[in-house]
């Protein structure tokens, strides 16, 4: 086995400055060409998407987490000329947070700069293929495209389950990912929940330790900050504090409760956090994991769905139905592009492996 010698001290890289840089870039480009037809507007797109591979290998290389970038992009701007509104590359590993994914991370930052959870006008162009999380995640934010350069198999191939998790995902219903709980234990199933929408109970040294997630405590700029997505979250930074170094994989004991059927972006965090994954022969290997899930470990309480509420200019409130939202894990729109890329995104994977088989980051 390799030493363990993760260094989460390097600088990351800069939003403001990225963005800055990608709008100069596309400025510039648009001196030059009219975007009035198809083959100019996807050659922009795959100069962008090369982009975001460049980031997902500088992210990598700076020990942030996996080797992926995204961005949103405006493409209806008054002006005609595209604009970036969001940028992210994978923080799992410096945040502690299973959730932070690339696309998740651009999401979140476009949603502060816009003062909008709704971001239906935007495009993400992402290095990969998104997972069903991050899919699930736009899809609620009712993001108008998608467009990837890597494949999920690309992802799988340097040890990310995303493969797995589509195939759980679009078989059967929500009983493939959660159980109900019966009347008869409602009464003590809410109790644990302690007043709080959602709760991550934790094993720990003999200990039991409760991680909650509230709709009161939602943060209105991230769409994503459901209250089992907080849960979640606070579980792997609780468990952090207590080991003294990053957490994004939870106990296969841990226990998720949430008060109402989690969305399917809440699923697939769980999943990540590798909650009611059943373990392979070494415990400490996500790879080695069953793709079959243990419902004991993932349950809720009533049949009312947790909604991700979206948020317009105007302050108006509305959601995707979450009906929509399995319908486009199961048969997703987004568009695969793959001339002119160059072998950004491959090397960024290169680099992955690399920091894999040396030590210098964890397997998640």
């Known amino acids: 086995m390799p030493k363990e010698n993760y260094n989460y001290h390097r600088s990351t890289l800069q939003p403001d400055k990225y963005i ?42 700076r020990l942030e987490g996996g080797p992926f970038g995204a961005m949103l992009v405006d493409f209806k701007t008054e002006d005609g000329i595209p604009k970036v509104v969001g940028f992210g590359t994978n923080h799992v590993v410096l945040n502690s947070d299973p959730s932070a994914h690339a696309e998740m991370i651009a999401i979140r930052d476009a949603s502060e700069r816009l003062k909008r959870t709704d971001l239906s006008d935007l495009t993400l162009i992402t290095s990969c293929e998104c997972c069903p999380m991050c899919l699930s995640a736009a899809t609620g934010c009712k993001v108008d495209k998608i467009y990837f350069a890597a494949t999920r198999k690309d992802a799988a191939n340097v040890g990310f389950s995303d493969e797995d998790q589509y195939r759980l995902m679009t078989v059967g219903g929500i009983e493939q990912h959660a159980k109900k709980v019966e009347e008869k234990d409602k009464a003590s199933t809410e109790a644990k929940l302690n007043g709080h929408n959602a709760v991550v109970i934790v094993n720990h040294n003999g200990q039991k330790y409760s991680y909650y997630g509230d709709y009161k405590k939602t943060n209105n700029s991230d769409p ?7 849960a979640i979250k606070n579980a792997c930074k609780g468990l952090a504090e207590l080991h003294s170094k990053p957490v994004f994989h939870l106990p296969e004991d841990t226990i998720l409760i949430s008060h109402d059927m989690p969305h399917p972006m809440s699923l697939i965090t769980a999943d990540w956090a590798r909650i009611g994954r059943v373990r392979g022969q070494e415990a400490d290997k996500p790879e080695q994991d069953s793709p079959n899930k243990n419902t004991d470990n993932i349950i809720y309480i009533n049949d009312k769905p947790e909604t991700m509420q979206i948020r317009n200019e105007q302050g108006q409130t509305s959601h995707v139905e979450p009906e929509k939202v399995w319908k486009e894990i199961a048969n997703p729109s987004a568009i695969h592009l793959s001339k002119n890329l160059g072998h950004a995104h491959t090397v960024a994977f290169k680099e992955w492996n690399r920091l894999i088989n040396t030590g210098f980051m964890p397997r998640y």
């Open 20 to 61: 800055n840089e990608l709008n100069h870039e596309i400025n510039n480009y648009c001196k030059e060409n009219s975007l009035n037809t198809p083959e100019a507007k996807e050659q922009l797109i795959s100069r962008l998407l090369r982009r975001t591979g460049t980031a997902a290998f500088q992210g990598a290389s």
């Open 224 to 230: 994503t900050d459901l209250p089992t997505v907080q």
